[in-house]
């Protein structure tokens, strides 16, 4: 085998390796990196949705929401009775239904029947001698913008200070002021109140004299359920899209945001959600305090609100079971993403993680192919200049060059040719010098 030939032929394989190593290898670390990049990626996508539907029965943004509510009325109510527990000891109260039992008896009205003393109060509901005790009341009523009325009594049960209007004069023979002055502390359910035109929650404490230990009274405030609206109606201004009902033990409506808590539905006995079968708001009623439910229409997250140990350190004596109130808190079209869709979308992304990597795995022996041709095209290329230099040089060596070498590659290649060319044109010279002087020296 000819030596210059074999050794064309290594520089030439050598450059065609070269060539293709490089582009092998720079395709190889593109498709590495996105393959990694996306890989992760998917699998983090997969994951996050599989973790989704995994903790769907354990936590969701209804959920969530139906117990931060309920907490909320827990909370509310628990500062409602604080503040009516906080005003029946006030010693400005406390003095004033203390003596109001001397001025009831100075007027002769613990001699009169129950029927003579309401007829006589038919307008006034209380004699209207304490004015201190009035002031009081009322300020603390502006100052928290809760309760619609608050009354109390002195022993008797005689109206001591009404800061509204009460249907009665005498409290002693209804049912919450003998609770109330017997236990310390009553509470109704929800119920109609006639004076203030308005469903509200009456809470009642019995007003005891710090000095002797005994009860002179009895205070009732009367706190409107619209406040309870306006609590889920805030959350509703934050989180729009969602509906929020809150209903009691009953079933009946106390809040119903997606009805704007109309009057004709709220604590309507033939608006129960116990009786609705198809209702997913049944579920606040089962044996589980919170949870969620999915069905095809509605997310439904659900929560009760605290039983009676909550209130057990207010309460005293008095054995409060709770309100018990159910929350719901429904988002609407979200049963299909959160159940079955993310289900499919998991599947989904596995499945294209299979076809990323088929493609990834051809794309890569396409550019290996490419790479090698492209390689070896290039070296053939680059072979041609030194394919002509090597050609020249060896006519040189011959003594056979006598064509001009050029080259135009604008590179090292062209200078060592044009050095060649000066070789040949110095060799012509020499050799036309030496033939010259031979026939000189024949003549």
Known sequence: MDEDALVTGSMRSALARRFAAFGIGAALAVCVVAYVVTWQWSRSVGH?????????????????????????????MRERISDVQGWASSPTIVSAARQA?????????????????EEKF???????????????????????????????????GYNVVVTNVSSDFVQSDEGWWQRAWNDGFALSTVQYDESMGAWAIDISVRIDDPATENPVGVMQAALSIALLQDITNQYIEQNAGQRITVVDS???????????????????????????????????????????VVDGAWVTGYSRTAGGDFYADLTGGFRF???????????????????????TVAVTVGAWRKVL???????????????????????RRMMRPIDYLREVTQQMSQGKATGAVQLDTNDELSEIASALDRIRRTMHLAVRILRERKRNAAS
């Not at 009831?104 to 029927?115: I, Q, W």
């Not at 119903?256 to 129960?272: C, D, L, P, Q």
Request: glycine residues 10%; proline residues 2%; without cysteine.
């Open 250 to 292: 009953r079933g009946l409506l106390l809040a119903e945001t997606s009805s704007g808590h109309s009057g004709a539905r709220i604590m309507n006995e033939k608006v129960n959600v116990r009786d609705e079968d198809a209702d997913a708001r049944q579920v606040v009623f089962g044996s589980e305090r919170w949870g969620q």
């Open 48 to 76: 996050d949705l599989t973790n989704a539907l995994a903790g769907l029965e354990d936590e969701s943004a209804e959920l969530k929401a139906s117990v931060m509510l309920s907490r909320q009325l827990d909370e509310f």
């Open 122 to 156: 038919q307008i006034r509901k209380s004699l209207g001698r304490f004015p201190i005790a009035d002031s009081y009341l009322r300020a603390e009523l502006a100052r928290s913008r809760h309760f619609d009325r608050v009354l109390f009594t002195d022993r008797n």
């Open 357 to 379: 990597a088929a493609v990834l795995g051809g794309s890569l022996v396409v550019v290996i192919l490419l790479a090698l041709g492209t390689g070896w095209w290039m070296a």
């Open 101 to 117: 039992h001397s001025v009831h008896e100075k007027s002769g009205l613990l001699a009169r029947s129950v029927e003579e003393l």
């Open 321 to 343: 079971p709770g309100f018990n109130w159910g929350v719901t808190v429904q988002s609407e079209g979200s049963g299909a993403l959160v159940g079955p869709e993310i289900e």
